[in-house]
């Protein structure tokens, strides 16, 4: 029944990452708004590379020392210290070409660092603005998949499990698909994918409430467009870079 | 825009309870392969009353006391030491009227003791078998709701999940429900509310995958019909009697 086809499993929130069997699996970490659909926007925009940080302390250290562009934001603001915020417009080519850019997010580096923990074999981060390359790379790798939600604060939410959702359409002939979080993720994919903004506005999505009332729709709305920026952020040695 | 209505929130998987206000919240056990499919049946064939235990010393001890029927399963078959399984066709009214049933469980007892010990005012559970009886309860008490899931060792199903879909289906007019978990919970029973018993096949669902292999489809298919037992177990002292 398998056919010899590896593995794939959705973890819907990083408190149940310690569920799944992350040893020497190709971890796709997912934080849609917006932390991972900023990564892959910086690097196509020709950003050397991105370094995601968990800590504000951390990222004003490591700006210092690669002369690169500090950036985070909480509550929706840029965090008092950092120079930049966490939207992909912010990250135009004339701006970020050739810089390093030290971003702090909360939930999509902590799992990260947890997948780095549970040996990973491979990190990469997926978002809608590089679902095709996401896609492309998990096949082509034909090797054991998570898909690692971030969450907020542990919460499912469900931009990113319709991402999830939308790899799992994509890739389901490939992989041996036994794990109801991705039946979920799938079903659910399934049902917002003719307009997924108005399915996250219309289902009042709490990030989407969230950030809405920071005034930031049109980053959302840009965050549900598939392959704006269509590169596989690959991680190495603490940074991501195009793979 | 929230009309003073009480907030729902569903939880898919224990290991996320922590992330939820329990405090003073009715609380609803859904664990539908098949604890809270057979606790219903139970009552409403006229057992005197179900005494979720979580060890299988405790239920015989509790059994002995009590002069009760002991049951529990695992891994499909009627443990060591016990009487009886987790099927709900055992508990036919010839032989459960009248008669306590101490039933040894571990997702869906375990979930029970955690909403207890987090302060849950009310304790109720829930599966399609008494999806009426727990609606008209949840909607008649106007109060703070959590629909817990039982999940299979923390691993999100497909079958808890669904059935918080089908309560928040009826019940969403009457509570806010700002919970992305209840929305993708909603989603997924909308999309397998014409024949529940099909999606679970067709998409592997896990537990189904397992209990299969333990020839208990008919089981599987019964704990999917609505109404067959339409009663509201309510949980007061160690024990769930028809409240």
């Not at 950036?71 to 603001?77: C, D, I, P, S, V």
């Not at 492309?136 to 969450?151: E, F, S």
């Amino acid at each position: 029944m398998t056919d010899n086809k590896p593995a794939l499993h959705t973890v819907l929130s990083p408190a149940l990452l310690n569920l799944y069997d992350i040893d020497n699996a190709i971890v796709v970490i997912i934080d849609v708004l917006r932390a991972t659909s900023t990564i892959p926007t910086a690097l196509f925009n020709g950003a050397a590379c991105v370094m995601p940080v968990d800590s504000v302390e951390r990222c004003i250290e490591l700006g210092k020392s690669t002369n690169g562009i500090t950036a985070g934001e909480r509550e929706g603001k840029v965090i008092e210290g950092l120079q930049h915020g966490n939207s992909p417009f912010e990250y135009y080519p004339e701006f970020i070409k050739g810089k390093v850019l030290v971003l702090t997010t909360t939930n999509g580096t902590r799992l990260l660092h947890m997948a780095l923990e549970k040996g990973a074999k491979h990190i990469v981060t997926g978002s809608f603005a590089n679902l095709s390359a996401v896609v492309n790379y998990l096949i082509g790798q034909k090797q054991r998949v998570i898909l690692a939600c971030a969450a907020w604060k542990n919460k499912i939410n469900i931009e990113d499990t319709l991402f999830a959702g939308a790899v799992i359409s994509k890739v389901k002939a490939y992989f041996d698909i036994n794990c109801d979080s991705s039946t979920i993720a799938a079903a659910l994919y399934d049902e917002a994918k003719d307009d997924l903004y108005a399915f996250i506005k219309n289902r009042r999505a709490s990030h989407y409430m969230r950030l809405s009332g920071y005034g930031l729709e049109k980053d959302i709305q840009h965050c549900l467009i598939t392959d704006t920026a269509n590169v596989l952020p690959l991680y190495e040695d603490g940074k991501l870079c195009i793979g």
